[in-house]
């Protein structure tokens, strides 16, 4: 180009020489002197520069030339001011940073599609009634779907689970999920490796296919277990007690429909056996499906829904069940999976992202400030363009390249800052025993929203000194002094500091708001002790423990862990507060009438003795469990608090009697209400209090495969789990210990919104206080110096250094008290639309709204005391003779 371009201007300077050369030969030949004909060939000519100048913008890289000579002149002043550039950048950065960190979040969990082919067209094949519902209807209904609907191109089935599986004669819990045999194909899904699943590998139940079990392992689970051997394909490992082959290895970008769960294996649906495949009363899968192109989805539903309810004809669900959640077939959107984590997590991302975007309004306002009192320092510089005949577009241009270089650097180090917050939110979301897998990662999105986000800053803040450029009048602005100069600027920088402050103020109301939360309830009184307590669960070889052998096992498990030195309490349970796991069964009561069958379900627990001590749980009334409720013993059941108050009333429970069906081929298990215990949360610490009843051990309802076992220290509890684990592997060498996590942790866990929510409000309210005061400063210190010469007859009449502070620092806390005014309004609307997401509080929290406020007027008084100290300090003769 270079090259090209100066053989152009050759050209061009030959072609001017040899006209100017031509035009002076003629002029000698027709009797001028050579100097004379020199001078009047040139004359006629004109300007030599202009016309080369013209000719240039006639080949079109005019502007190409001018927008290098900005970008070096930008680069050159940005250096010269490395403050202002550093304050500017870092400004930037921050506010385009929190920005794009956020909207990666939100991108992983509400907006990406899953990685495969055409995600739009696939859906989930729902049941669903009055109250709600979910899952695919049951297995033979599925088929009757898959083969006889038109208007899908295929319809596949799958169920998570945990899953034991021995490679190389070792054990270990994963992840797993038993999905039909056109699972990849329905989704578009190839291998990395190997191959996929087939109809064919699905086809026998309890056998599979052909060639015996075969899987489907993550690329996750291939690269953290067997470190990408491509010798995986034709191993054989054991998923409980079956051989399995793993035939291929799924692509590192698919991690499954769950969201917010990786699979790390997928096996054939006919895994489950012939009794759960063939069962027409049991919901236990989902069901997705690829809608052909022609079809509409009205019209797959009413097929589905055509072929549904005769089915529903031929099971034993009662009407009222079929009413409230088998009512008919509804058909959602499955690009982006499961939506478990999204509906948690769609309200709170949308506030932060509410929340970054004033960070990046209060940022900008910020530069903004900084622009205009950089450009109201070089109107001079300005005016003497102005009248050397540069245009005022050129001028305007300048001025925005400038802050397209600053929005540039802001960008580039913001895009380092939401690399970094990607790592911090991945590790907050996978921390605790029941972790969440967020692919939180840059991707075209996330960089097309930060280029726009810095392009519309740009613009935003390079509009208000390039605005000023155009009014700009040259021949007063080489006149004017540096007091008029700012005077114009200043009431510019104070609107800045109101919006700064108004801006500030719902993000501290926010942040206060959302920390009262988490402290309302860190210190809600869940009904059990957390403190000292680790839990785990125990899962046994179901193939060697049954029956008898395994109510001995847990006897002995239990019997060990007591035992050992520092322990007080220990339990094994089916369920645990906030352990992730719950069971609700239906229950008849002597004495009451349900209105609704809601009102027979009870959260049941069968629990050890021990139980209550190892949480802390109170008995209020009767008695608890003791070693006399055993097999032999007559069957007794305690209630909670709830229960006991909504079956009974203010009667006494103690005594009554509770059934629980065991199905058609068994009698109803009849239980007598020997005590009462304090209510508990199970499930999250929001939730109200719900009726529970618990049941011994060894007078269970089910056999009890595995349990949860919890132990309660004198010390830390997990200086425990070392001779726990010990214990229990004494017990039996076939026992898997998963899920270890102390009750603080779990408690943790169930507060993942919260968390996530006051940590970055938190963050997010500082970060505005600290652009507003740097605001507050600057604004200030710029308005000292503009009325330095006023300050200097102020102190020369009397007024005293403590008088002048006063007044500097009034002025600016009434702009102050302006921007805390608006500011109030709006966080009062704000705060009302995050409502939900409170604990404990009403939006309108007076003490936090009044802290807020304090905080802030007292931040911003310290911010401007500097540059009112500098005030008093004026000395009154040199600011006199200054002007």
Known sequence: MQFWRQRKDEELNMEIRHHLDEAIRDRIARGEAPDEARANALREFGNVGLVKEVTRAMWGWAWLEQLGQDLRYGLRMLFKQKGFTLVAVLSLALGIGVNTGVFSLMDAVLLRMLPVAEPEQLYFVNNVGARGGGGAPPYPCFERFRDQSQSFTGLAAFT??????????????????????????????SPALGRALSPADDAVPGKGGPDGYVAVISYNYWTRRFGRDPEVIGKVVEIGNDPVTIIGVSPPEFYGLFAGAEMDISLPLMFEGQRLLASKNTWWFNAVGRLKPDASVA???????????????????????????????????????????????????????????????????????????????????????????????????????????LVCCGGLLGLWFAHWSGDFLKSF???????????????????????????????????????????????????????????????????????????????????????????????????FRSDGVVTMRVNPSAALYRDERLSDLWQDILARVTRLPGVRAASLSTITPLGGVDAVKSVEVAGFTPATPQEQEVRLNQVSQGFFQTFGISLLQGRSFNEG???????????????????????????????????????????????????????????????????????????????????????????????????VRAAGNDILLTHLATLDEQVNQSLLQERLLSTLALFFGGLALLLACIGVYGVLKLDVARRTHEIGIRMALGASAGRVRRLVLREMLGWVALGVAIGLGAALLATQWAESLLFGLKPNDPLTIGLAVALLLAVAAVAGYLPARRAAKVDPLVALRCE
């Open 160 to 189: 998570r689970r945990d899953l034991r599986i021995r490679i190389d004669s070792q054990r270990e819990e994963i992840q797993g999920q038993f999905v039909s045999g056109n699972y990849f194909a329905v989704l578009g899904v």
């Open 299 to 405: 019209q797959a539903q009413a097929e589905l829904e055509a072929i549904f309810q005769p089915f529903m004809t031929e099971t034993t669900v009662s009407a009222e069940m079929r009413r409230d959640a088998f009512a008919r077939i509804e058909l959602t959107p499955a690009g982006r999976g499961l939506d478990t984590v999204r509906r948690q997590f769609s309200r709170p991302l949308q506030t932060l992202m509410v929340m970054v975007a004033l960070v990046l309004a209060v940022a900008c306002a910020n530069v903004a400030n900084l622009l205009l009192a950089r450009a109201t320092a070089r109107r001079k510089e300005f005016g003497v363009r102005l009248a050397l005949g540069a245009s005022r577009g050129r001028v305007v241009r300048q001025l925005l390249t400038e802050s397209l270089l």
């Open 429 to 527: 979301f996978a921390s605790g025993s029941d972790r969440l897998f967020i692919d939180v990662t840059l991707n075209y999105r996330v960089l097309l929203f930060t280029t726009g986000v810095a392009l519309l800053t740009g613009l935003l803040f390079g509009l208000a000194p390039a605005w000023q450029a155009t009014h700009l009048d040259p021949a007063p602005a080489l006149k004017e002094n540096t007091s008029m100069n700012t005077r114009r600027r200043s009431r510019f920088g104070n609107l800045l500091v109101v919006t700064q402050v108004a801006l500030a103020l719902p993000l501290l109301v926010g942040a206060g708001l959302f920390l009262q939360t988490m402290r309302n309830l860190k210190h809600l009184d869940a009904g």
């Open 629 to 727: 409720d055993n097999e032999a013993a007559p069957q007794v059941a305690l209630l909670n608090e709830t229960a006991a108050r909504f079956y009974f009333g203010d009667r006494n429970p103690i005594g009554a009697h509770l059934s629980f069906n065991r199905g058609a081929k068994a009698a109803p298990a009849v239980y007598q209400v020997v005590g009462v215990v304090r209510d508990s949360r199970y499930n999250n610490l929001r939730e109200p209090d719900t009726r529970a009843v618990y049941l011994p051990m060894r007078q269970a309802i089910d056999q009890l495969g595995r349990l949860m076992l919890a132990v309660r220290g004198e010390g830390r509890a997990l200086d425990l789990t070392t001779a726990v684990r010990n214990e």
